[in-house]
């Protein structure tokens, strides 16, 4: 009797062991058969123009009198705020700042000479405005003031004029659906050399959108010039069947 029960207990163990081991190795089937995918990454590229300009002038005057070195720097705002509404600017699209006053009498290490100046003002104007190519044209010209005595202060490594693009909202879903179409066609041409279909998307990272300069040289700045292209990589992932 006991040998009987022994011999039960030892086939319900073994048919356990079996069906356990069954369900484990299907179960483990379904999971790489659901985890059968392929991630791919699409590339969109669209050239546009800047549809912005911001152009900082700065300039300055010098004397040894405060009130006769201010009237001048007047004086020369004046001349730049007509070349600007000359040039087609509106009095909204520029804006004054303010007169910053450099005393260099206050310098204690200054050696004060009589031929020295003692005040620099600077002043800056900005124009904001949608008319980029006016901005580029007036920025070459507005050299022609220093024949009336202008001294413009920027400095060499500062960039007077930016070209910036601000339509970027509007183009995004255009290159969203080509990115991922042709993050399609990738995935496609993989699925046929694996012998297999392309599925629905599993999951997609859309990628970050970036603004580059149409000519790319090292040291030019995107905001430098007025073509530029953006450009998006998004990744996709496919389900294979």
Known sequence: MEKGISFISAFVLALGIAGSG???GNGYYQTHMNNRSVIVKGLAEMPVKADLAIWNIKFQTIGNELTETQNK???????IVAFLKEKGFRTSEITLGRINTNDLDANPYREKT???PRFILTQSIQVRSNQVHNIAQASEQIGNLVGQGIIFANLEYEQPVSYLFTGLNQIKPIMLEEATQNARQAA??????SQAQVGK????????FSILPQDAAPGVSETAQIDKTVRVVSTVEYFLE
């Open 114 to 116: 009589n031929t020295q």
């Open 201 to 208: 998307i599993r999951k997609a990272n859309q990628g970050v």
């Open 73 to 79: 720097i007047n004086a020369h705002k004046d001349l």
């Open 188 to 193: 496609t041409e993989f699925a046929k050399n």
């Open 22 to 24: 069954f369900f484990i």
